[in-house]
Every structure is written in structure tokens, then in C-alpha cells.
């Protein structure tokens, strides 16, 4: 038994934290139901197509207008049934729609109300739309990324949209174990903004210890020497010497043995004052050998390294493989959908694709028939644009039923 069976989540949210976070839950056995606008999500034609197949697994899918009466009347009837709610709008839109924390949760007293914004339901900020980017510029995570002689950079993955997601999913499964107690839900108010200020923990810390900002350094780090990137004879290599004992480690494997006594570059401290004179030296050395003969001796010796790969050769690297650590899914009308696989590792409920992502539509009417809505009913709903069927359905709908 996956440890969220029997839990209905009604995800309303779109783009990447969100369905992040209703992935999660599905995965582990919710039973998650995407709530599009008849339009859809607006990235669905993002990737060729690919890009809610792969946020979306493990869900099934409805397409209602919440702004018609009868779309208004089918939400109503899903929150009376579901244990959770997910949004993903600015503050206010949902209470506009009448579907705020409030009136869900004067119908359904359990109900866990996840909300998810840019800069959170309260704050200067909160009426603004916020972007992963737009976070990464607001929180220093830009100021502190790129060359030390450059502009500011964005990081290249969306870690604050994947870890909003994260965060939403243990903020949801908290909340639920809470009411399993209390019998209450409760209302989750979760910002990229406070994600991206998580992701700076340690360089506030520094901060309030030193008073000083963290610099670009490129593929260097401030407080630490050598923890950088060294380009050798086939591709670059990624080195984090933490510590002295690492350090003492890394001159043995390079033959500079001569240094770990050298007065300037004893501790952590020493070698990122004389970082000038150092890192040439093990630029040098770094540049003499392959990566594949410096990973040889390092990952022996116990030196925390790793080659910087491409995307390509990581989907191809053995390592992934064996943890399946991205899956492929047969998706109609695109063929293969590849996709990032769940990275939690419960013994007890492996995760699996037990659905593909939806479709637009594709269960609007199975679902409405789960909350007492008969066929003729769900067919003049659509009639009336409050909600969307499967384009099948729509083309031959007494067919399909038969």
C-alpha cells in the first residue's frame, strides 16, 4: 500500500513548482486530479507537448471553466470529497473565483489548502508575479553566481521552482499526519521567495558573522580553496576539498606532495588568503593529466570529485541507469516522453507510472460521475462550456460510452 492512497489532491496549479509537488504526492499513491481551465495549462504546448506528460504523471485530468456557474458547481462537489487543495495563483485570485482558504474550508473543515505564490499570501511583495528567475535576482542567488569579472548569471536548472515543489509535498503530508490528529486541515502558505531565501542559508550565516556578501568567483567558492572547476587534457573535473584532510589527500594523487608543508597553504584558511599563488600551481597539474586517470586515484583516495557532464551524458552514465534515475514513457500522439524520475527511495512503495499524464479533458467525465453526475449532466456541461471532455468523447461521446 503507497502511504497517500485513499487521498484526493485537486491540483490547480500549473508550470513547474506546483505539478512538482502533485507529481510527488501521486507518486506515492494520491490520488491526484489536475484541474485545468478548458484552455489547459498554459505550458501544455510547451516541449512539443512533452512538458505536462512529464510533470504530470500519476494524475488524472479534468478541464472546468470556474468562472461559469456550472464549472463553479462541479468545484464545489470535488472539494466536498477531496483532502487536499492546491493552487498556484497571486494572492487573491482564488478568493476571487470564491474557491479562497476561507470558503473551501468552511465546506470541508479537514481540507489541507496548499498556496502556492511567488512571495507568499502576506508582505510588501505579495502581489507580484514571481518566476524561479525572478527569485533567484531577489534572494542573491544571481548576484552570487557567475565569473568574478562578469554580470551576475541565473543558474541553469530551476532549483527554486523543484524545491518549492519539494516543500509543498512535505508541507502537504505534514499537514495531513496533523489533521489525522485533529481532525482540522489547515491553510500552507508556501513562496518561492522564502524557498530561494532557504537556498541562501549558509551565505546568510556568513553574513551575519562577517557582514560581508558572498563574491562571484566563477567555478571557485569563496570560503573554500580548491573547490572549483580544473580543466584537463579530455574534460574539465569538479573538485571540492573541504577540508585539510581532503587537501592533504589531493597533493598526494597530483604529486605535490611539497605543498601540504608549505606554510601558506596548511589549513582552509591559509589557502583561500594565498589563493593567488595556489590555484595556478594546481591548474597546472590539473591540465597535464585526463580526467578519466585524475578519477582514477582521486575517487580511490576518497578526494570528493566529479566530471562536469552534460545532460546527454548523464542520461547515458551507468550510474543513473541503475538507480532509474529518469524514466521514458509512451506518451499518444508524441511517442517517448523522457522525464525525471522521483528521487525518494521508499523500500516499502517503489514509485512506478501507474498514469500517464493527462490529457486535456481526458477524465473530466469519469470523475464527475464519481462525485454523482450522470452522463446527460456531464454532456450538457459541456454543452454549456463549463467543463471539457477528451477531444474523443467530443467527436463521438455516445461511442465512447457504449
Known amino acids: 500500500m503507497l502511504p497517500l492512497q485513499g487521498i484526493t489532491v485537486l491540483d490547480l496549479t500549473q508550470v513547474i513548482a506546483g505539478p512538482v509537488a502533485g507529481q510527488i504526492l501521486g507518486d506515492m499513491g494520491a490520488d491526484v486530479i489536475k484541474v485545468e481551465p478548458l484552455v489547459g495549462d498554459h505550458f501544455r504546448p510547451q516541449m512539443g507537448g512533452a512538458w505536462v506528460p512529464a510533470m504530470n504523471r500519476n494524475k488524472r485530468g479534468i478541464a472546468i471553466d470556474l ?15 477531496a483532502d487536499v487543495f492546491m493552487e498556484a495563483f497571486v494572492p487573491g485570485v482564488m478568493t476571487k473565483l470564491g474557491f479562497g482558504y476561507e470558503a473551501v474550508s468552511a465546506v470541508n473543515p479537514g481540507m489541507v489548502y496548499l498556496s502556492i505564490s511567488g512571495y507568499g499570501q502576506t508582505g510588501p511583495y505579495r502581489n507580484r508575479a514571481g518566476y524561479d528567475p525572478c527569485i533567484q535576482a531577489e534572494t542573491g542567488i544571481m548576484e552570487a553566481t557567475g565569473d568574478a569579472d562578469g554580470p551576475p548569471a541565473r543558474v541553469g536548472a530551476a532549483p527554486i521552482d523543484q524545491g518549492t ?25 508556501l513562496a518561492l521567495y522564502d524557498v530561494g531565501v532557504q537556498l541562501m542559508s549558509h551565505w546568510i550565516t556568513n553574513y551575519g558573522r562577517t557582514g560581508e556578501d558572498p563574491q562571484r568567483m566563477g567555478m571557485s567558492h569563496t570560503l573554500i580553496v580548491p573547490l572549483r572547476t580544473f580543466a584537463t587534457q579530455t574534460q574539465p573535473l569538479y573538485v571540492a576539498c573541504t577540508n585539510d584532510a581532503f587537501w592533504a589527500k589531493l597533493v598526494d594523487v597530483l604529486g605535490l606532495r611539497q605543498l601540504k608543508t608549505d606554510e601558506r597553504f596548511r589549513t582552509v584558511a591559509d589557502r583561500v588568503a594565498n589563493r593567488a599563488a595556489l590555484e595556478p600551481m594546481l591548474e597546472a597539474a590539473f591540465a597535464a593529466e585526463t580526467c578519466e586517470d585524475l578519477l582514477a586515484r582521486l575517487i580511490p583516495a576518497g ?55 493527462p490529457q486535456l ?3 473530466t467525465r469519469q470523475v464527475l460521475r464519481e462525485v454523482g453526475y450522470r452522463d446527460a449532466d456531464i454532456d450538457a456541461l459541456a454543452a454549456a462550456n463549463a467543463v ?12 465512447r460510452r457504449a
Open 67 to 81: 468562472k461559469s456557474e456550472g464549472g463553479k458547481q462541479v468545484m464545489w462537489r470535488l472539494v466536498q470529497k
Open 165 to 189: 515543489g519539494a516543500y509543498g509535498a512535505l508541507g502537504v503530508a505534514l499537514a495531513l499526519l496533523a489533521r489525522h490528529r485533529t481532525g482540522r486541515g489547515q491553510h500552507i502558505d
Open 303 to 357: 578526494v570528493p570529485c566529479a566530471p562536469v557532464k552534460k545532460v546527454s551524458d548523464m542520461l547515458h552514465d551507468p550510474h543513473a541507469i541503475a538507480r532509474h534515475s529518469f524514466i521514458e514513457m509512451d506518451y499518444p500522439g508524441l511517442g517517448k516522453v523522457m522525464s525525471a524520475n522521483n528521487p525518494l527511495r521508499l523500500s516499502d512503495a517503489p514509485v512506478t507510472v501507474r498514469r500517464l499524464g
Open 361 to 363: 479533458g481526458e477524465h
Open 388 to 399: 471539457r471532455l477528451h477531444e474523443e468523447e467530443e467527436v463521438v461521446p455516445s461511442a
